[in-house]
């Protein structure tokens, strides 16, 4: 995963209804440690006829999508088992009336306490928004709106644009402010804009409408508002740049003294905005897309600030649902749940409770979760792979063909720069000067939310601090950090399927390898490789590489832009282009540092259950990307999601590399077969 430059503060919420406390009992079975096995495979398949179902296909038919899943695969699976192991630290930690307060056993015990309260949640209602409701029904100007949007920011409500805290991708030893565009209630400005999204946008308006009823409105005033929001949203989303070109960090950076922002959106109270964020001595900030504000300083012109009034309600109400009452969480996961991604139930609410803890007070859930269920061992054996992964890469930048000696040296200046974490922070964040109370979950949710906007904006103007991690140690992911030439990887994502010390090298190169590798290739794919070693946004290729890394590039776009996801909707090619660049620099380079440890220890070259050392490396990151979907999830990430369905990343990489024909026997007239002039060499 490639973490952009900019880091936005107002993050996504979770789904919830309402659910019964369940605590985890040894009678209680742990979910099954996903690992590697032959028996995924359907042998009945030839693997150069279609090596997925080759591979995957028995694993495909045992394994349907859970009723309380939008998508499953081997990364649900061993999140699945993660949130097994949270359960109980949280069930404990709610349960342990001795901790002192100010704890992490208590911060986290009582946050988890407090949201499995559904009793405590229904006597409220929606009272908890009243005094939000109030400040908007006070508005006596667009002025007074914006300073009204700095709190409603800082408090997890989503409205209007996006703002954060990142480095500055021109300075990156220096925090910078940023403001982009934002605003929307669907997932993508296409759900607005485009026919096949048409009933998902008229589902939206019932739902809006539906929501405001439930908050009190007459069912007419209800529909009469759902219209003036989703116009709004729709003249916002017109406004907005497509996923594709927000890819363009290049296009998507214009810095601006605070000074010429009234001069340039003379409608937007954006000084005053800035001052209520506590940023009023600010010189400059970056603005992502100026044209989606200029486009935003006429609407607010044009419309009447009774609209901005409703609109204003819809987003608290909106961002508060999940966190209030089981009528207003149950609507909320009807339409977000069901409706945009087909999830017919819900996650118990444990899980969901857990979710938002972890959102919240990551590093403190973490903290428990590392000291538990994250072996030094691992640690240890992670920072040896990655040393073997960067000693490949650097030897293939020092040797490819298509690179000009200077652009190559700075290419190497930077990969001498580069840095990784493993685990979780030598650090854990300090969160006790949130207030937690075991009644007020959505009160929790917002004070966490305040306290890390607070955090962040105190670094606007100060120097980056390098030690920070942006996922928590849960997490099954991994991330690569332009600013910073550097990669992480939580304990979470250091388990079966990914990292198994029970298995041979083979299976670990062709799983944790390959996403040691994909990492590593983000620096050098169509994004990152415009970040320079000091992590600065900045032309360093000549123009000769940089056309010869398009035109190698142009081919990965070509090849993905063929799969077809769904009957007729196909893969966007440019919109993952820098996912389907690393997924194919990281097999190439894990496979050579597989055939060095073979080289290195010749013993290990010999035959697992009847496959060879080059084929179970295969098979092994394809059964990474096993996946099941419901339909309009898939449509719904084919259109929103920089990353290849699992499916095509199952595949994708191995087509373009000579040495996967040759392990399988695959020869031209295959189906799997992808002719030599078209196969992708990037890195």
Same mark, same amino acid.
């Given at each position: 995963?490639?973490?952009?430059?900019?880091?936005?503060?107002?993050?996504?919420?979770?789904?919830?209804?309402?659910?019964?406390?369940?605590?985890?009992?040894?009678?209680?079975?742990?979910?099954?440690?996903?690992?590697?096995?032959?028996?995924? /495979?359907?042998?009945? &398949?030839?693997?150069?006829?279609?090596?997925?179902?080759?591979?995957?296909?028995?694993?495909?038919?045992?394994?349907?999508?859970?009723?309380?899943?939008?998508?499953?695969?081997?990364?649900?699976?061993?999140?699945?088992?993660?949130?097994?192991?949270?359960?109980?630290?949280?069930?404990?930690?709610?349960?342990?009336?001795?901790?002192?307060?100010?704890?992490? &056993?208590?911060?986290?015990?009582?946050?988890?306490?407090?949201?499995?309260?559904?009793?405590?949640?229904?006597?409220?209602?929606?009272?908890?928004?009243?005094?939000?409701?109030?400040?908007?029904?006070?508005?006596?100007?667009?002025?007074?709106?914006?300073?009204?949007?700095?709190?409603?920011?800082?408090?997890?409500?989503?409205?209007?644009?996006?703002?954060?805290?990142?480095?500055?991708?021109?300075?990156?030893?220096?925090?910078?402010?940023?403001?982009?565009?934002?605003?929307?209630?669907?997932?993508?400005?296409?759900?607005?804009?485009?026919?096949?999204?048409?009933?998902?946008?008229?589902?939206?308006?019932?739902?809006?409408?539906?929501?405001?009823?439930?908050?009190?409105?007459?069912?007419?005033?209800?529909?009469?508002?759902?219209?003036?929001? &989703?116009? @709004?949203?729709?003249?916002?989303?017109?406004?907005?740049?497509? =996923?594709?070109?927000?890819?363009?960090?290049?296009?998507?950076?214009?810095?601006?003294?605070?000074?010429?922002?009234?001069?340039?959106?003379?409608?937007?109270?954006?000084? !005053?905005?800035?001052?209520?964020?506590?940023?009023?001595?600010?010189? #400059?900030?970056?603005?992502?897309?100026?044209?989606?504000?200029?486009?935003?300083?006429?609407?607010?012109?044009? =419309?009447?600030?009774?609209?901005?009034?409703?609109?204003?309600?819809?987003?608290?109400?909106?961002?508060?649902?999940?966190?209030?009452?089981?009528?207003?969480? =149950?609507?909320?996961?009807?339409?977000?749940?069901?409706?945009?991604?087909?999830?017919?139930?819900?996650?118990? =609410?444990?899980?969901?409770?857990?979710?938002?803890?972890?959102?919240?007070?990551?590093?403190?859930?973490?903290?428990?979760?590392?000291?538990?269920?994250?072996?030094?061992?691992?640690?240890?054996?992670?920072?040896?792979?990655?040393?073997?992964?960067?000693?490949?890469?650097?030897?293939?930048?020092?040797?490819?063909?298509?690179?000009?000696?200077?652009?190559?040296?700075?290419?190497?200046? *930077?990969?001498?720069?580069?840095?990784?974490?493993?685990?979780?922070?030598?650090?854990?964040?300090?969160?006790?000067?949130?207030?937690?109370?075991?009644?007020?979950?959505?009160?929790?949710? !917002?004070?966490?939310?305040?306290?890390?906007?607070?955090?962040?904006?105190?670094?606007?103007?100060?120097?980056?601090?390098?030690?920070?991690?942006?996922?928590?140690?849960?997490?099954?992911?991994?991330?690569?950090?332009?600013?910073?030439?550097?990669?992480?990887?939580?304990?979470?994502?250091?388990?079966?399927?990914?990292? #198994?010390?029970?298995?041979? #090298?083979?299976?670990?190169?062709?799983?944790?390898?390959?996403?040691?590798?994909?990492?590593?290739?983000?620096?050098?794919?169509?994004?990152?490789?415009?970040?320079?070693?000091?992590?600065?946004?900045?032309?360093?290729?000549?123009?000769?590489?940089? *056309?010869?890394?398009?035109?190698?590039? !142009? *081919?990965?776009?070509?090849?993905?832009?063929?799969?077809?996801?769904?009957?007729?909707?196909?893969?966007?090619?440019?919109?993952?282009?820098?996912?389907?660049?690393?997924?194919?620099?990281?097999?190439?380079?894990?496979?050579?540092? @597989?055939?060095?440890?073979?080289?290195?220890?010749?013993?290990?070259?010999?035959?697992?259950?009847?496959?060879?050392?080059?084929?179970?490396?295969?098979?092994?990151?394809?059964?990474?990307?096993?996946?099941?979907?419901?339909?309009?999830?898939?449509?719904?990430?084919?259109?929103? #999601?920089?990353?290849?369905?699992? !499916?095509?990343?199952?595949?994708?990489?191995?087509?373009? /590399?000579?040495?996967?024909?040759?392990?399988?026997?695959?020869?031209?007239?295959?189906?799997?077969?992808?002719?030599?002039?078209?196969?992708?060499?990037?890195?």
């Amino acid at each position: 995963m490639n973490i952009p430059n900019r880091l936005i503060l107002i993050t996504a919420t979770a789904t919830f209804a309402l659910g019964q406390l369940h605590s985890v009992t040894a009678a209680d079975s742990p979910p099954n440690v996903p690992r590697f096995s032959i028996s995924y /495979m359907d042998k009945t &398949v030839a693997p150069g006829a279609d090596f997925y179902r080759y591979a995957c296909g028995t694993w495909l038919k045992d394994n349907p999508v859970p009723a309380d899943k939008s998508r499953w695969g081997g990364f649900g699976e061993l999140q699945e088992r993660n949130w097994y192991l949270l359960h109980q630290i949280l069930d404990e930690s709610a349960a342990d009336k001795t901790a002192p307060a100010k704890s992490v &056993v208590r911060e986290v015990g009582d946050f988890y306490a407090a949201a499995m309260d559904t009793n405590r949640l229904e006597q409220l209602g929606f009272q908890p928004l009243e005094p939000a409701f109030a400040q908007i029904a006070a508005l006596q100007s667009t002025t007074e709106m914006f300073q009204l949007l700095a709190e409603l920011h800082g408090r997890t409500v989503r409205s209007t644009f996006s703002a954060g805290v990142s480095a500055d991708a021109k300075n990156s030893a220096v925090n910078a402010f940023e403001m982009g565009q934002g605003g929307l209630g669907l997932p993508d400005r296409e759900y607005y804009l485009a026919d096949s999204f048409a009933d998902k946008l008229k589902e939206y308006g019932k739902h809006i409408a539906k929501m405001l009823t439930l908050a009190g409105a007459t069912p007419e005033s209800a529909a009469a508002d759902a219209k003036t929001i &989703v116009s @709004l949203e729709t003249a916002l989303a017109k406004a907005s740049k497509s =996923r594709t070109d927000m890819r363009d960090p290049i296009a998507n950076y214009h810095k601006f003294t605070v000074a010429e922002l009234g001069g340039k959106y003379p409608d937007l109270a954006l000084k !005053q905005y800035l001052t209520a964020s506590g940023l009023g001595e600010m010189p #400059d900030l970056i603005i992502g897309q100026p044209e989606f504000f200029a486009a935003l300083d006429q609407l607010v012109k044009e =419309r009447p600030l009774g609209e901005w009034k409703t609109y204003l309600r819809w987003n608290v109400l909106r961002s508060a649902a999940p966190f209030l009452h089981a009528a207003a969480e =149950r609507e909320s996961f009807a339409f977000y749940g069901t409706v945009l991604s087909g999830q017919p139930a819900q996650e118990p =609410r444990w899980q969901r409770a857990a979710k938002v803890v972890d959102g919240r007070l990551g590093e403190a859930l973490g903290q428990l979760f590392v000291t538990r269920h994250f072996p030094p061992a691992a640690r240890v054996r992670m920072t040896e792979l990655i040393g073997n992964l960067k000693e490949v890469f650097q030897d293939r930048l020092k040797k490819v063909d298509w690179m000009t000696e200077e652009t190559r040296a700075k290419a190497l200046a *930077k990969f001498d720069r580069f840095t990784q974490k493993i685990g979780h922070p030598a650090q854990f964040r300090d969160y006790t000067s949130i207030e937690i109370r075991p009644d007020d979950y959505l009160g929790n949710v !917002q004070r966490a939310s305040r306290f890390e906007t607070k955090r962040e904006l105190a670094q606007v103007g100060k120097p980056v601090d390098k030690t920070e991690w942006h996922m928590t140690p849960p997490t099954v992911n991994a991330y690569f950090n332009p600013s910073q030439n550097e990669i992480v990887f939580p304990a979470g994502i250091l388990q079966p399927p990914f990292f #198994d010390v029970e298995m041979d #090298d083979a299976v670990n190169y062709g799983a944790i390898g390959v996403v040691i590798g994909h990492e590593i290739t983000h620096g050098y794919d169509d994004e990152g490789r415009k970040f320079d070693a000091e992590g600065n946004l900045k032309e360093w290729w000549t123009e000769a590489d940089a *056309k010869a890394f398009e035109s190698r590039a !142009q *081919k990965v776009v070509e090849q993905y832009s063929a799969y077809e996801a769904l009957p007729g909707l196909f893969v966007n090619g440019r919109l993952t282009l820098g996912e389907n660049l690393a997924d194919l620099g990281g097999t190439s380079i894990a496979y050579e540092a @597989l055939q060095r440890a073979l080289t290195k220890d010749p013993a290990k070259r010999k035959a697992i259950d009847g496959f060879t050392p080059e084929q179970r490396f295969f098979l092994s990151l394809s059964q990474l990307w096993r996946t099941q979907w419901r339909t309009a999830e898939l449509r719904n990430r084919i259109t929103t #999601d920089p990353h290849s369905p699992g !499916q095509f990343r199952a595949v994708g990489p191995h087509v373009n /590399m000579a040495e996967f024909y040759e392990a399988f026997g695959i020869k031209e007239g295959d189906a799997m077969w992808r002719k030599p002039e078209l196969r992708a060499k990037v890195w």
